[in-house]
């Protein structure tokens, strides 16, 4: 996906407006900003995050105001309303990863890394985050919205390895 | 160790075998006659018969299903709605995603179940933005049912419409709570609504509502093969079947299991086909038993069973099932400020003590953590904790949703502890220094 450019192109318009259609069927005629959540997804798929021109636009389609969009846009953690580095790399350090090893996970992707958790980067833009349901098969992460679990240094290594 | 009551397994008995997430296996195995058998009844029976089998919802609150149902109006003219809660995201739970990717047309068929049972045309799933693979399991059998005519004009055959569409959230713990995952479905930020109001009467669009936990629903396609009173005398007192819980922490084998209602707590964590205890020389210092707003239990509380009303004495709850074990080596008070940074971080914010009171708390704890912390620390942090949700017993919330009283029980539980949090505060340190996490917090 090296779709990252902000402005919506013809195409990029065209795509969210059959989306948006077929989303639509899902929902009571009256209610159309209902599908807010998935037409936000559905932007980001195509842009890489919510380019604010696509964030009206998703207003627009759905008969709502840019600022609500824009308030869901931002409430969401898996949103972006910047553009993130190429790859979004998600650690879990909640109780259960943390009795598992997580925080010298964490720790130990920081300095294979060089980078501070929270920091977005060009390429990589790693994060900590709450469960993600693997808490029996901890500690665990998410790349790019994969998910990885029962978490080792090799494992990780060979992960992290593939990440050009 | 072995246990005590052997467990007939129903909600996970399929599962080893590969095919059971596709219609074809399912089918193979009995898929879609209890479906077929209830479209065959009276509504008013299968509500019946599912208040008879003592189910209660196994999203968190333990609630009785059927009675859940009962409150839906009858005489109200506007669209019902069924809402099947997958938003799995407390601490420590890991049990409705692994139904999702080995089992999903018992949710499915569930989903039928319950639709004709409420009179609900339109169910929608709402499931945790992270599920990738998840959703997409869920996706491809909610595309084979309605290829197969089960699910669409009408339900298999029947002259009863039913629409069954998978939304996925974003990323926002409270939409689990069901009236903030209402808001969610209807496209706006995850905050939850002061109730009365309940969803039953004024939920989603307005319309009257109803929320289920994804193993609830998936639990009804057994409940009607094996018959109401069988389900209920497999369960205890007023809990009836099986329930799935996630081990996690310091045991052998972590991983989630199906227990009985009368699986006790050390069961779990020592039996074989269980936890297999912890290493050696290592010994249970606190559990929590229902997810990570559950007080946290002793290593003497442990002889408690899984069934909902069992915690009610020891002032802790079943929860969502996700049972966390510390051992002797793990430091207390840098799980509780694990815990409660969580809640910090995922409070929406309407409400002033559980806004305020979360990230306050967090601050207090680290402090104490770092060796920073005094006595007059310890009092504000449970002065604070009282003031959210004052304890025991559980219920006493002073927010518009129990996220409020979830960090506030977390600090709550941990009390029991006490002697920890002065022994850093006395120390100037923390006692375990650069290991606080117990037998397996080493990353390897
Ligand atoms: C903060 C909060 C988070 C919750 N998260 C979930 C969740 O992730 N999944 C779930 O099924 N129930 C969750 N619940 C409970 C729901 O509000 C609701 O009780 C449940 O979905 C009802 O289904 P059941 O009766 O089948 O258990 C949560 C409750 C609160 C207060
Ligand atoms: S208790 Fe917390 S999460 Fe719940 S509504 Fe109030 S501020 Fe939001
Ligand atoms: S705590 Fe990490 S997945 Fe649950």
Redesign the pocket.
Known sequence: MEMHHAAMTADDTARLEQGIAKLLERYPKDRKSAAMLPALRLLQEIKGWLVPDGVKRVATLLETTPERAHEVATFYIMYFTEKPGRYVIDVCTNLPCALRGAEGMLKYMEAKLGTVAGTNGDKFYLRETECLASCGTAPCMQVNEDHHENLTKAKVDAILEKLS | MSLQHPVEKIVTRYWPHKDQNTLKGYKSRGGYQQLAKALGQEPAAIIDAVKKSNL????????P?GL?WSFLPKDNPKPKYLCI??????PG?AK?RFILENDPHSLLEGIGIACWALGAHTCYIYA?GEFKHPSAVLDKAIAEAYADGIFGKKLLGKDFELNVYQVRGAGA?????????LESLEGKKGW?RLKPPFPAVVGLFGCPTI???????STLPALFEKGPEWFANLGSGKSGGNRLVTLSGAVNRPGTFEVGMKTTLKELIYAEEYGQGLPPGRAVKGVIPGGS?APVLTADELGVAMEFDAFKPLNSMAG?GGVIVMDDMCCMVRSLWRVVRFYAE?SCGQCTPCRDGQPWMTRILRKIEEGRGTREDLETLQHVATSMAPYPPIGLGNTI???GD?GALAVHGFMKFKREFEQHIEEKRCPFGERPWGAFGDFQ
Do not use: M, W
């Open positions: 209660r919802g196994r999203g968190g609150a333990g609630f299903t859940k809660n997958a938003d799995e995201s407390e739970t409705d945790r713990y409270i939409c689990g709570e069901e009236t903030a995952l939850p929320v289920n936990n994804v193993e609830t629903i707003s969502s995922e949703c129990a996220l979830s």
